[in-house]
């Protein structure tokens, strides 16, 4: 399984950027998809997540802001963006995973100026 991120950028703060997350194969063949992010010198965490059926989950830092989704047909999982903040800035990472297996994407750099 290969999952190729895209759309990352340079915006200004209180703009917008969609990530889209290709995989090589059927979504669906996974039990959920998601987003997380790492900044330099900081741990990973998770951004959100949805399910096979549609159940999305946000972290709160990023609720109502961010909207995940996901379109079957183009194998592909978005992460739409608004209302940016310099603290969101990091390199934002695809997942899919399989029951105890995890497949990650090789990650987009996402910046926000102030």
């Known amino acids: 399984v290969q999952l190729q991120a895209s759309g990352g950028g340079l915006v200004q703060a209180g703009g917008s950027l969609r990530l889209s997350c290709v995989a090589s194969?059927?979504?669906?063949?996974?039990?959920?998809m998601g987003w997380f992010r790492q900044a330099p010198g900081k741990q990973r965490e998770l951004v959100a997540t949805?399910?096979?059926?549609?159940?999305?989950y946000y972290a709160s830092s990023v609720k109502g802001r961010f909207t995940i989704s996901r379109d079957n047909a183009k194998n592909t999982v978005y992460l739409q963006m608004n209302s940016l903040k310099p603290e969101d800035t990091s390199v934002y990472l695809c997942?899919?995973?399989?029951?105890?297996?995890?497949?990650w994407g090789q990650g987009t750099q996402v910046t926000v100026s102030s």
């Open positions: 997942n899919a995973a399989l029951y105890d297996l995890a497949y």
């Open positions: 949805i399910t096979k059926s549609g159940s999305t």
């Open positions: 194969g059927s979504i669906l063949s996974f039990n959920g």
